[in-house]
């Protein structure tokens, strides 16, 4: 076992407990940490990266959010944006992949923090992290599926003739109901065995890898009208109606699209207990999720801009699509040339279809962490969302992420300013705890730190400082206002929220869990 000091029981790592040869070198691993398995270990490394890839989801991401990246900054803060933001990110998750190599269990990051901060620190890293993290899972799974939703209600509209035809278009309680509806299918999904999981994972990876390719050389092909290279590689727009005029403060306002959407791939981490050879395959889930997403989603964002031709047109909420910029587009082209938007509609289907898959595995990750979180004693009522069914699955962990997420979105009915303020979480908040093990492995683990299979050699450090740099640089950069004069309804709420989540954890942790929570407890002799 690893104690809080950092030196490893020296077990061969083929070694199992039983003392039988096995393979699974991340079994081992995990019976060293403290751990007796209780997940079933069916993952293999295509199906680890699945999972990842998923709930990155280029296709989710960019559609959400391209609407901001015309908005600030246009073509240039769209396709260069994402090469930079994807550029950090890499260093980010091979620092993340470095560190799962050593400690491969479904905790996750408050376990690495745990055990990086040592015996002074580990039980008051571990909660800070942790919370931080299974919060802004909630905030993505939340963010997800209510896009899905409001995805749908644009479909709806299109496909009954648009804003401009006397189209049909829910209200606010029609997409929060249809965002409950997407919350259960994926609860219910979730309940079943790891194996059909692991099936509807690798399909998920697959649509959006092939989605990808089609919308990317479809649309601009399809539409009659397209952009030359030279507005889509030189083109900025400054004209955001938002009193922004400053061109670095618009690129960097253009660069939230970027950084939210590559975001997730912790979920390798989550799903490592449940995975062959985790201490090897988890960090290689991590590190080929966001590469391969990086890529194809260069490829998605080039093909959409190509189609772009009159930036103001396709923010204006009366357009067809209500301001909804990428189903204008699609909408658009087919309608151009074909006399109907028929062929938009199905492609909008198309990314309904990968923000479905993509919910689904966010759900996933939020339940695994929900489980490891519970089995260290860290949440209310922590023993009945340990708990495991008869095909060892977490369901109940499994229905309690459906559960906060469907309550986070509820904020919505309310004020969308409230709503968008609670899952900028989602960014910021996944990834300040990304970054919390990163930051104690660099400096108070420097020289304790013991690395596994995977490791960066003489360039752990470096790069890990480069990844704590990139995370505080976006912290700041994402709670900047976002238009002037600032005002309740301009103001930029995300270091609010951030800022509220601290400070509810720290107060939690100094009136009551410091009393009685001691960090990762293991479970070897249960």
């Known amino acids: 076992m690893l104690s809080d000091g950092g030196d490893r029981m020296a077990l061969p790592s083929h070694v199992v407990p039983n003392g039988s040869a096995s393979q699974d070198s991340g079994h081992a691993r995990l019976h060293e940490l403290g751990y007796k398995q209780e997940l079933k270990r069916d993952l293999s490394l295509l199906s680890n990266f699945a999972f990842s890839f998923s709930i990155i989801s280029v296709l989710t991401g960019v559609t959400t959010l391209y609407n901001t990246g015309l908005k600030y900054g246009g073509p240039v803060s769209v396709v260069y944006g994402w090469l930079i933001a994807g550029s950090f990110t890499i260093f980010v998750g091979l620092s993340m992949a470095e560190i799962c190599s050593s400690y491969p269990t479904s905790g996750g990051l408050y376990y690495w923090s745990a055990k990086l901060a040592g ?54 309680y029609v997409v929060i109901g249809i965002h409950g509806g997407i919350l259960f299918l994926h609860a219910l999904i979730n309940s079943l065995p790891i194996s059909y999981l692991s099936l509807f994972g690798q399909l998920a990876a697959a649509w959006n890898i092939v989605g990808v390719f089609v919308l ?14 030279k507005f889509v590689f ?31 791939y912790d979920a390798s981490a989550h799903m490592t207990e449940e995975t062959k050879n985790a201490d090897t395959n988890g960090p290689k889930g991590i590190i080929s999720s966001i590469v391969i997403s990086i890529i194809v989603g260069w490829g998605y964002i080039l093909g959409i801009t190509f189609a772009v031709t009159n930036i103001p047109y396709l923010l204006d909420e009366t357009n067809d699509a209500g301001g909804y910029a990428i189903a204008e587009i699609f909408y658009l082209a087919f309608k151009s040339r074909y006399g109907s938007g028929v062929g938009g509609i199905i492609c909008l289907g198309v990314v309904g279809v990968a923000i479905f898959f993509c919910g689904m595995s966010s759900v996933t990750s939020n339940s ?29 962990a499994v229905w309690l992420s459906a559960l906060v997420s469907f309550c986070m979105a509820l904020t919505s009915l309310g004020s969308l300013v409230a709503f968008n303020a609670m899952v900028s979480i989602a960014t910021i908040g996944l990834y300040i705890a990304y970054a919390l093990p990163i930051f104690l492995r660099v400096t108070l683990a420097r020289k304790s730190f013991v690395a596994g299979p995977f490791n960066l050699g003489r360039y752990g450090v470096l790069i890990g400082w480069i990844s704590v740099l990139w995370v505080a640089t976006i912290t700041v950069l994402f709670s900047l206002p976002v238009a002037y004069p600032i005002t309740i309804e301009t103001l930029n709420y995300t270091p609010v929220a951030v800022g509220g989540l601290l400070l509810i954890t720290v107060l939690a942790w100094i009136l009551r869990a410091r009393h009685w929570f001691k960090g990762p407890i293991t479970n070897i002799n249960e």
């Not at 990317?216 to 290279?229: D, N, Q």
């Not at 929900?370 to 009522?381: I, K, L, Q, T, W």
């Open 216 to 229: 990317m050389i479809l649309i601009p092909c399809v539409a009659t009208e397209r952009a030359s290279a």
């Open 368 to 396: 695994r962490m929900a489980y490891a979180f519970s089995r260290d004693g860290a949440m209310p009522f922590s023993s009945f969302w340990h708990k495991v069914n008869k095909h060892e699955v977490p369901v109940n």
């Open 119 to 172: 015996p002074r620190w580990a039980p008051f890293a571990s909660w800070l992290t942790g919370w931080f993290n299974i919060v802004g899972q909630w905030a993505v799974t939340t963010s997800v599926d209510f896009s899905l939703a409001q995805l749908i209600n644009v479909i709806i509209l299109l496909s009954s003739g648009g804003r401009n035809g006397d189209g049909v278009s829910g209200d606010k």
């Open 234 to 264: 030189t083109h900025f727009n400054t004209d955001n109606g938002d009193g922004v005029n400053n061109k670095v403060y618009i690129f960097v306002l253009g660069l939230l699209m970027s950084q939210y959407t590559i975001t997730g």
